[in-house]
């Protein structure tokens, strides 16, 4: 490429940043002319091409800290590539990846991986980061490995063929973030509720038809999907989650929602949406005692006409405060021609 001086510019933290990106190449400039022309790269981004291979030459830019390869047609990558020791994020999404060289452990420095939307069936064991992007692979099982990345505090998983985590999973004490979505779990273990640290848990989309009691212990948890499964109940104790602001529990089996469920003071979105619910907990209106609520779904339900009773009071409380918050709020119920009686 003749211009490739006019595609370096030094962005905000003062790195090098050569963008490469959309430039319809089907393959990498030559690197050493890379090298010559421009010098230093600390950024590389070669995303949104039509690449088919990422040269072995790749690991004479040794400056390199970051490496964006998204939307291209890569089928592997170059063992040589463990050999950017400077590495801190490598970015392979939209690719044809069916694995990952096992030398890409090496690279010591490396905080964030995303190879999402590949085609692969498994990991190399040895890879040490803070965010980990799986999404949409082929993946039937995680390695027991998995449990060494200490520092992981982000974890994407969703839409894979996982039918179970291994144990390793629950030493990760810093993840802050798991999503699980779109999988095959029939089952989470006891030791979930050691994850301490965990704020988001993302469950929705699996075969699970129990919710392991420890997963009350998860006590910053702020956000709970539990959609799309086949659960029946939820622990008695899910009130203790006392950060907790979404609880999505939608297309599922409950019959029966826990008394405990009104402890939940910070609640903003409640969604019960078609299970079996017939009644819902006497002190549901507790909910908008610190004013947070915001949405309730109990569409889907067979509630009593008691229970649209008590869904209707917990309305006419919202309606009470400011108009951006009435405009927010939801009810929604099939019964529509109960509410009548009911006011």
């Known amino acids: 490429?003749?211009?490739?001086?006019?595609?370096?510019?030094?962005?905000?933290?003062g790195k090098r940043v050569l963008n490469l990106s959309g430039q319809a190449l089907s393959t990498v400039p030559e690197v050493g002319t890379i090298i010559t022309k421009v010098g230093e790269v600390h950024v590389l981004?070669?995303?949104?091409?039509?690449?088919?291979?990422?040269?072995?030459?790749?690991?004479?830019l040794k400056t390199l800290e970051v490496l964006k390869l998204d939307n291209n047609q890569l089928s592997e990558?170059?063992?040589?590539?463990g050999e950017l020791i400077n590495?801190?994020?490598?970015?392979?999404?939209?690719?044809?990846?069916?694995?990952?060289?096992?030398?890409?452990g090496e690279l010591i420095n490396l905080t964030e991986l995303s190879v999402k939307s590949n085609l692969l069936s498994e990991l190399p064991?040895?890879?040490?980061?803070?965010?980990?992007?799986?999404?949409?692979?082929?993946?039937?099982?995680l390695p027991d490995g998995i449990g060494e990345l200490v520092e992981l505090w982000w974890l994407d998983v969703s839409i894979n063929q996982l039918s179970v985590l291994p144990a390793s999973v629950t030493h990760l004490k810093k993840l802050q973030e798991l999503n699980l979505t779109n999988n095959q779990l029939m089952s989470l273990s006891d030791d979930i509720g050691e994850l301490v640290e965990l704020e988001v848990l993302d469950v929705s989309n699996n075969l699970l038809s129990v919710l392991p009691a420890s997963v009350t212990h998860l006590k910053k948890l702020q956000r709970l999907y539990l959609a799309n499964n086949r659960l029946m109940s939820l622990p008695d104790d899910i009130g203790e989650l006392v950060e907790l602001w979404w609880l999505d529990v939608s297309n599922n089996q409950l019959s029966v929602l826990?008394?405990?469920?009104?402890?939940?003071?910070?609640?903003?979105e409640l969604d019960l949406e078609n299970n079996r619910l017939m009644s819902l907990p006497d002190?549901?209106?507790?909910?908008e005692v610190k004013e947070m609520l915001v949405r309730l779904d109990v569409n889907g339900n067979p509630l009593t006409v008691e229970a649209v009773r008590r869904v209707v009071k917990l309305q006419e409380?919202?309606?009470?405060?400011?108009?951006?918050?009435?405009?927010?709020?939801?009810?929604?119920?099939?019964?529509s021609h109960l509410l009548s009686s009911t006011l």
């Not at 990558?77 to 590539?81: A, R």
């Not at 590495?87 to 890409?104: A, R």
């Not at 309606?319 to 927010?328: D, E, F, G």
């Open 87 to 104: 590495l801190t994020k490598l970015s392979v999404k939209n690719n044809q990846l069916s694995e990952l060289p096992e030398t890409i």
């Open 77 to 81: 990558l170059p063992e040589t590539i």
């Open 45 to 60: 981004d070669l995303s949104n091409n039509h690449l088919t291979e990422l040269p072995t030459s790749i690991n004479k």
């Open 317 to 335: 409380k919202i309606k009470m405060r400011t108009p951006m918050a009435c405009i927010s709020f939801q009810v929604s119920i099939k019964h």
């Open 283 to 287: 002190d549901i209106g507790d909910l």
């Open 125 to 141: 064991e040895t890879i040490e980061l803070q965010r980990l992007d799986l999404t949409n692979n082929q993946l039937m099982s």
């Open 1 to 13: 490429m003749e211009n490739i001086r006019e595609l370096i510019f030094i962005n905000f933290e």
């Open 258 to 268: 826990p008394a405990s469920v009104t402890h939940l003071k910070k609640l903003q």
